[in-house]
């Protein structure tokens, strides 16, 4: 009798063990993705291949902001059929979440090695708006830095709302001229890692790329900002201006620490003439 016992005991140990593991399995397969991960799985589909991520994008709705890419789900295809297989890189660097948006920064190579920022905006768990901005890689940097490296810790969540403030601020005051004299409010005199290509760490670094720009008649001018997004310690400011007088998009992603901003990345892409869209949606 004991022996029949124990015998239906390891049954009973085994059974719960692979019954165990079934549940487990099905709770991961079922495990909704967040939209970060959608949206870096979609990035990550242009390298692969891999078609699943198209799923996450809504086939009904998907306002495009790239003025060279046709609207609508059909337009991104048409994009992906025109690169030679096997040719594009996709790196994500960072990636975060502010409510329904998702923004990121990645290293491309696709037509060219380019540094880019894409946003995602999700409804229902869906894209249904895309805006990006991209600026094409540059191998030597004034700061010795590279467009990608530094900090990718997501710390401070707490803090998301007083950051974007601040950031919303600096824009206002430094950045268009409303009260320049209080940089040092914002930016921290301590350390500041820049990681545009061409400007030195630091505020005298900043200083002196602002100052050979006005030299040259060659100012850069910030006229709207159009949104600010932020995850924690990281924000993201983009804004419309001119640059080499052209009429370019500013991507600027901030890192902040102790309430003030301590690194830098961005990108600057001059907007097409409106001529030359292909969608109606504009760049903003």
Request: proline share 2%; charged share 25%; hydrophobic share 35%.
């Amino acid at each position: 009798m004991k022996q029949k016992n124990k015998v239906l005991l390891v049954i009973f140990l085994v059974t719960s063990l692979f019954t165990g593991c079934s549940i487990t399995n099905k709770q991961e397969e079922n495990r909704m993705l967040t939209n970060k991960e959608k949206a870096v799985e979609l990035l990550n589909s242009i390298q692969t291949g891999a078609t699943a991520p198209i799923a996450y994008v809504n086939a009904n709705k998907y306002i495009q902001h790239n003025l060279s890419v046709k609207d609508g789900l059909a337009g991104f295809s048409e994009v992906l059929s025109h690169l030679p297989k096997g040719s594009a890189k996709v790196e994500v660097q960072r990636s975060f979440e502010d409510e329904n948006f998702v923004f990121t920064h990645t290293k491309y190579n696709f037509f060219g090695p380019k540094a880019g920022f894409d946003i995602f905006r999700f409804e229902d768990g869906k894209i249904v708006e895309h805006w990006d901005n991209l600026q094409e890689i540059v191998e030597k940097t004034a700061s010795g830095r590279t467009q990608f490296d530094g900090s990718a810790k997501i710390t401070d969540l707490d803090k998301t709302i007083e950051n974007k403030s601040l950031i919303k601020d600096f824009i206002s005051d430094v950045l268009m001229g409303k009260n320049p004299s209080k940089i040092t409010q914002y930016i921290s005199t301590e350390k500041y890692i820049q990681h545009n290509p061409h400007v030195k760490d630091g505020l005298a670094g900043l200083g002196e790329a602002i100052e050979a720009l006005n030299k040259a008649n060659m100012p850069m001018v910030y006229k709207k900002n159009h949104m600010i997004l932020g995850e924690g310690n990281f924000v993201l400011s983009v804004s419309e201006g001119e640059f080499m007088k052209k009429h370019v998009s500013f991507y600027d992603l901030f890192r902040i620490e102790n309430n003030k901003i301590v690194e830098h990345w961005d990108t600057i892409e001059e907007i097409l003439s409106q001529d030359k869209w292909q969608n109606k949606n504009g760049k903003f």
